[in-house]
């Protein structure tokens, strides 16, 4: 006997509303769990993480950079703010740490004179054997040149101002990226202020953090020869 057509229909609507109904409580369920906007690092990469930023000259123009540490610490991360002149004993500091276990990742972040100094910092922090997982400089003043490896560094300078990218010489390892802002409303004494400036630097430091499990680029050996010095120790301060 054939099944009687209305008989089907029914059964088939019937069918299609279990389909539509399982389908809403999956969405129901998507639309409950709760998705973070972003991942974001761990406790342990945390607390094996330090990040030292360094003012330019006078502590009155670089302040923006207090607002970055004090927006890292709100995430649990340590931070150091220093004028860059302090940058040789911030890496005896940060060397010392690495060595006895307490840091697995060190960032660098510098305004003005503060980013001209960086490429300094780095060479010292390789000479003793410790890795850079990220160096970001904002407006460096002075012609600054890499000569030894942060596993990244980011040069964010204005174009048409006292700010000049950052050059990469012979034998540089890691990435290096000029990132030009002309035209976007910022200065020199305002990019450490900007809060698109600040939100990119915090979100790249969050990204080193997270890659930090990734095994760090090889370093200089301790008592290896210095490469030649970078601007910020032969060039007069200025912010």
């Known amino acids: 006997m054939r099944p009687n057509g209305r008989h089907t229909a ?9 389909v539509w109904a399982m389908g809403l ?4 369920a998507v639309a409950i769990s709760p998705t973070p906007a972003r991942a974001a690092p761990s406790q342990a990469q945390v607390a094996t993480t330090h990040v030292y930023l360094l003012r330019g000259v006078l502590n009155i123009f670089s302040l923006g950079l207090d607002t970055i540490g004090a927006r890292l610490q709100a995430q649990g991360i340590p931070v150091t703010v220093a004028n860059f002149v302090s940058w040789s004993s911030l890496a005896d500091e940060a060397a010392t740490a690495y060595k006895a276990g ?8 510098g305004h003005s004179s503060g980013a001209t100094a960086l490429p300094d910092m780095i060479a010292k ?9 990220l160096a970001i400089g904002l407006d460096s003043v002075f012609k600054t040149k890499l000569s030894t490896g942060a596993e990244r560094y980011i040069n964010i300078y204005i174009g048409d101002g006292p700010g000049e990218p950052v050059r990469a010489a012979n034998g540089f390892r ?9 035209g976007t409303g910022v200065g020199h004494i ?7 400036i600040q939100r990119r630097v915090i979100a790249e430091i969050d990204a080193a953090i997270m890659r930090s499990r990734a095994p760090a680029l090889p370093v200089a050996e301790q008592g ?3 490469q030649a010095r970078s601007a910020a120790a032969t060039a007069p301060a200025r912010n």
Not at 190 to 196: L, Q, R, T, V
Request: proline letters at 4%; charged letters at 25%.
């Open 25 to 28: 409580l999956l969405l129901s």
């Open 190 to 196: 305002s990019i450490d202020k900007n809060e698109a």
């Open 224 to 226: 290896a020869p210095r």
């Open 102 to 109: 307490r840091l697995k990742t060190i960032v660098l972040v």
């Open 174 to 182: 890691g990435k290096l990226d000029n990132v030009d802002v002309r």
């Open 125 to 133: 922090l390789n000479q003793l054997g410790v890795p850079v997982k």
């Open 10 to 18: 029914g059964a088939s609507q019937l069918s299609a509303l279990r």
